[in-house]
């Protein structure tokens, strides 16, 4: 009994998956695709929302958060398409030159603090605060790189 078991559950199972593998079998591409629409979609959208919040505002003091704004989301979407022709300035390996300096400047960000902790001129629990912001933006960084 227990030889049936190991055969028929264990061996089958874990050959499974690198069967179908091999056979071709295992889904691929659809929901890359969509998901990829998708948020060109999103940004799309974010970014006409971006232009008619201009045109409503109209104020010239605001230009350069709808600047920063549109830059931002005109980037994300050359990243989502995959587009790495140079047109405006991003692609792929901008993005990635980006989120390096950011997690670099989050490094110099965390030794500063742990600096003015050291010289008396912030406490632990400002430290501490400072630190889980930190860590947060690492981690949602980490998560784009990979």
């Known amino acids: 009994a227990f030889s049936v078991i190991l055969v028929t559950l264990v061996l089958q199972g ?5 069967l179908i593998r091999a056979l071709g079998l295992a889904g691929v591409g659809g929901t890359d695709e969509e998901e990829k629409e998708a948020r060109q979609a999103i940004l799309q959208a974010a970014l006409s ?3 008619s919040a201009r045109k409503a505002d109209g104020q ?3 230009d350069g958060i709808f600047d920063d704004l549109e830059q931002h989301y005109r980037h994300r979407l050359a990243i989502v398409a ?3 022709d140079g047109k405006d300035g991003f692609g792929p390996k901008h993005y990635r030159r980006h989120l390096d300096l950011s997690r670099d400047l989050l490094k110099v960000e965390r030794s500063t603090a742990v600096q003015l902790r050291n010289e008396g001129r912030i406490n632990d629990e400002l430290l501490r605060k400072i630190e889980r912001e ?3 933006e690492d981690s949602r960084l980490q998560q784009k790189l990979g």
């Open 14 to 18: 874990l050959t499974l998956p690198p």
């Open 49 to 51: 929302f971006l232009e």
């Open 60 to 62: 010239a003091e605001f």
């Open 82 to 84: 995959e587009d790495d």
């Open 134 to 136: 930190l860590d947060l």
